[in-house]
């Protein structure tokens, strides 16, 4: 059974950071595409971040480019979402998904439906 477990989400002053876990169970990251999403009170679920792990293929929404970072714990089997320069248009729930690597190429990255499995989430509000 396949389960991604979030974590790391707080309350953090504008300009702060934050690192998100999601750590990954009954599954191997290293087969799979990692994404981040996130979803603010009233508004859909956006995309945030995704990155297959087989090659260096990383995006970033560009509301969020330059300031977050995804990376990866082999080790661990554990994926992060470095979050800089927070602002509070980042407040929303965070959750992490992957989707089978061997779809990387034939889908659309930034839509929820193309992933196959999903965290529950983690609160990140930033305050100004």
């Known amino acids: 059974q396949v389960q991604l477990v979030e974590s790391g989400g707080g309350l953090v002053q504008a300009g702060g950071s934050l690192r998100l876990s999601c750590a990954a169970s009954?599954?191997?990251?290293?087969?799979?595409?990692t994404g981040w999403f996130r979803q603010a009170p009233g508004k859909e679920r956006e995309f945030v971040s995704a990155?297959?792990?087989?090659?260096?293929?990383?995006y970033y929404a560009d509301s969020v480019k330059g300031r977050f970072t995804i990376s990866r714990d082999n080790a661990k089997n554990t994926v992060y979402l470095q979050m800089n320069s927070l602002k509070p248009e980042d407040t929303a729930v965070y959750y992490c998904?992957?989707?089978?690597?061997?779809?990387?190429?034939?889908?659309?990255?930034?839509?929820?439906?193309?992933?196959?499995?999903w965290g529950q989430g983690t609160q990140v509000t930033v305050s100004s």
């Open positions: 990155r297959r792990w087989s090659e260096d293929s990383t």
């Open positions: 009954g599954l191997t990251f290293s087969n799979y595409a």
């Open positions: 998904a992957a989707m089978y690597g061997s779809k990387w190429y034939s889908t659309v990255r930034d839509q929820r439906s193309s992933y196959d499995y």
